[in-house]
């Protein structure tokens, strides 16, 4: 069968986010932004030497908010045939994000584990790879089996990442380091293997709505930028014994 192509506008009957999706984006947005500006603010009343962590975790934030104001502004977006014989809105600005902020966060615990180059530079490939991935299988969508190969594709190149994360780095972390570490790796590996479930749901089978997938990657995307941000930027004696250190030390 003849792939179907990509639409830049909705055709007749195509599933697609209505209020509720909407109010999402524009919630997501704002659970996003106020974050990102409260810790630019943070880094700005840090001495020098003491910004990196701050100033990643408020990048990640911030660099997630303007995906999202795009999203609610109504951009961003593509029509892609799906699994159920429909076509359906593909926020392709989502996985722009997630390219960009992924790799950041794992900088952010890279750093605070202590990992070496090595592992950090294992980390970000994989982590790209993951993505790219994903981004490739919505786009070819759920109705073609190539979209379940790309989406295979992208866990086997997740799974090292949680062995890092879970297994390798967290011997590495020392005092207080290790316990912010301990705790926001652990959020990270929670939330971003619900990701892919989401993908399944939506992107792959079309079983859920696009208003319910918007509803669950605003709830994920907040608490995984946001939260473990917070969570970061608010462990003082952590980010010390980590800075302390150098931040990527060769192998």
């Not at 984006?25 to 630019?40: E, K, R, S």
């Not at 109504?74 to 159920?84: C, K």
């Not at 079309?206 to 997938?213: A, L, N």
Request: include cysteine; hydrophobic fraction near 55%; charged fraction near 15%.
């Amino acid at each position: 069968m003849a792939p179907h192509p990509i639409l830049l506008f909705a055709p007749e009957g195509a599933e697609q986010i209505g209020d509720v999706g909407k109010a999402c984006l524009w919630i997501a947005f704002v659970g996003l932004f106020l974050p990102a500006v409260y810790m630019f603010k943070a880094a700005f009343n840090q001495p020098d030497g003491k910004r990196y962590f701050h100033i990643l975790s408020a990048l990640i934030c911030a660099i997630a908010s303007l995906a999202y104001l795009c999203m609610a502004s109504g951009y961003g977006d593509l029509f892609v045939f799906g699994h159920d014989g429909v076509y359906r809105q593909f926020f392709f600005i989502r996985y722009v994000d997630w390219v960009f902020t992924t790799p950041l966060m794992l900088l952010d615990l890279a750093g605070l584990a202590g990992a070496s180059s090595d592992t950090t530079f294992m980390m970000l490939s994989l982590d790209a790879l993951m993505i790219l991935s994903g981004l490739a299988g919505a786009l070819i969508g759920g109705s073609d089996s190539a979209s379940w190969a790309c989406w295979a594709f992208g866990m086997l190149c997740f799974l090292p990442v949680v062995k890092f994360l879970l297994v390798d780095l967290p011997g590495n972390a020392s005092g207080s380091a290790s316990a912010i570490f301990k705790k926001v790796s652990m959020l990270t590996v929670v939330m971003w293997s619900l990701y892919p479930l989401v993908w399944i749901l939506a992107e792959g089978t079309s079983v859920i709505s696009s208003d319910i997938e918007t509803v669950l990657y605003t709830i994920l995307d907040v608490t995984a930028k946001s939260v473990f941000g917070l969570l970061i930027v608010g462990a003082r004696d952590g980010l010390d014994d980590a800075l302390a250190r150098p931040l990527v030390p060769r192998t």
